[in-house]
Structures are given as structure tokens and as C-alpha cells.
């Protein structure tokens, strides 16, 4: 589709990076391979995804399913994870960019909790793209967390059960004061969402390509974006 006025350019993306793996798997490397690839890809994306006029970029890193993998892989990831918080420290400040973590941190290595503590610190009132990174993310558990502290809201006499509305319950969501995600977009061809953002994407449309997240670039965001721009959202009217 051709570039025109009305092109709409979705406020917030959110993507499930997925196919480091395989990409890895093709080319008789270690997996981790993948991952280190896929991490290049991922800082490069931002860049294109502000450059085009995305507002809200969130990245699926790393799930809470995701500790099921063998050690030396869970490992590697954290690892890429750690380089990654602490070079978006610099990278942060140079590109204005607004950084946030969203999962369950707790049950990360000090350090890592340390950079992200920093790096949400120092990216905090920067104006450029608002940038969340979900690692020991799922949204069944964000839920449930969200649901815990409603309740212990309850329970100190601040909340009544009967005030608790959509936009009440949210504010205790992880991605609080976050647009809901207009795009979601899968790559490597699996069409599940994987425990990625339930409740944000329940009026989200979903882009599904067959190509690897470390061959995703521009290009293919690009193709997602006109997909985008062929729906019709009609949340449930005429
Ligand atoms: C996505 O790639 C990255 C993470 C889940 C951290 P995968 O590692 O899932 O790659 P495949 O699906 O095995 O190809
Ligand atoms: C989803 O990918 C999680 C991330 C991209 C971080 P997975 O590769 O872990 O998902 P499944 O296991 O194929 O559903
Ligand atoms: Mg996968």
C-alpha cells in the first residue's frame, strides 16, 4: 500500500521476537548465536520504530516460561540481557529514548536489578520513544500480581470492591499508564501469543510473518505497518 495521508502509524507496537533459534539452527551455530543476532536486531528496530512515528515500542526478551530451557541458554540470555540494560544506559541518553521494564524482576540477579533500577532512573523523563523491555514477563502472572495488590488495597480500607473498574484495575498492571498495543507483531511463523500482554492485546490486531527475528528489519516492520493500515478496527461496532 502506497504512503498516503491517511496512512495510520499504530502509536504502540509490541512484538514477539521469536526464531533466534532457528535462525542459529540454519547457519550450524550455537543457539546463542541466534540470541546475540537477534539482540543487534532489536536495538536497531527501536531505531526504525521511532524514526517511522511509533510512540510505545514493547519487547517480549524473555518469559517466564523461558526459564525452562537448559541452563547454558538461560545463562546466555541473561547475560545479553545484562549488556543490553547497561549499554541502553549510555544508549538512553543519546537517543532521548524512555525505558521501562516490565515482568517480575524480583527473581533476577542483583545486578541485573541494578541496572534496571538505573536505567529506568536516568531514561525517566526522556520525550523520545517509550520503550519497554518484558523480561520474566507473563501476563498471567502480571495479572495475578495486579490482582494481589487490588486486594491488599481492599484490605487497608483504600479501595472498595465495587469501584473496581477497567481503568481502576490497570493502574496496578505492569505497563500502567500504557496505551493498550494497536499492532502485535510475531515473527518465525508460530501464531500463538505465547503469554505476551493478555489483557493489553484483547483489541489488538496481530501480524504473523514466517521470517526469523534476526532477519527482521526495516523493511518487514514496514510490510507490518501496511498490514496494519488494511484492517478495519471496529472494537465491537458496525
Ligand atoms: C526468541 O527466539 C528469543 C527468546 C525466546 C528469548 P527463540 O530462542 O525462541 O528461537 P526459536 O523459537 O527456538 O527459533
Ligand atoms: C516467546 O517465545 C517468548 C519470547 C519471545 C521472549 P517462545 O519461543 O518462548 O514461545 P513458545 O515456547 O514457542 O510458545
Ligand atoms: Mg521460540
Redesign the pocket.
Known amino acids: 500500500m502506497a504512503e498516503s495521508k491517511e496512512y495510520k502509524i499504530p502509536r504502540h507496537v509490541a512484538i514477539i ?7 542459529a ?1 540454519k547457519r550450524f551455530l550455537p ?1 546463542k548465536a ?2 546475540v543476532q ?1 539482540s543487534r536486531v532489536a536495538e536497531q528496530i527501536c531505531e526504525d520504530a521511532y524514526d517511522l512515528g511509533i510512540e510505545y515500542l514493547t519487547y ?4 517466564t516460561e ?1 526459564w525452562a530451557r537448559p541452563q547454558d541458554e538461560v545463562d546466555a ?1 541473561m547475560n545479553l540481557l545484562r549488556k543490553y540494560m547497561k549499554d541502553s544506559i549510555e544508549r538512553s541518553s543519546r537517543n532521548n529514548m524512555r525505558v521501562r521494564v516490565i515482568g517480575d524482576i524480583s527473581a533476577l540477579a542483583p545486578d541485573l536489578q541494578e541496572s534496571i533500577r538505573k536505567l529506568e532512573e536516568v531514561s525517566a523523563s526522556n520525550t523520545g520513544l517509550k520503550f519497554q523491555v518484558a523480561i520474566n514477563y507473563g501476563g498471567r502472572d502480571e495479572i495475578l500480581r495486579a490482582v494481589r495488590k487490588a486486594a491488599e488495597k481492599v484490605k487497608e480500607g483504600e479501595l472498595k470492591p465495587e469501584d473496581i473498574n477497567e481503568e481502576i484495575f490497570y493502574g496496578f498492571f505492569d505497563t500502567a499508564g500504557i496505551p493498550y498495543p494497536d499492532l502485535m507483531i510475531r515473527t ?1 511463523g ?1 501464531m500463538r501469543t505465547s503469554n505476551f500482554l493478555p489483557w493489553q492485546l484483547a483489541y489488538s490486531e496481530f501480524y504473523f510473518t514466517d521470517v ?2 534476526p532477519d527482521f528489519n526495516k523493511k518487514e516492520l514496514k510490510k507490518a505497518l501496511d498490514y496494519y493500515n488494511g484492517r478495519e478496527r471496529r472494537f465491537g461496532g458496525v
Open positions: 521476537m521469536d526464531g533466534n533459534g532457528r535462525w539452527k543457539r541466534g540470541h537477534g517480549y526478551a524473555f518469559s523461558n540470555l518465525s508460530e526469523l527475528w
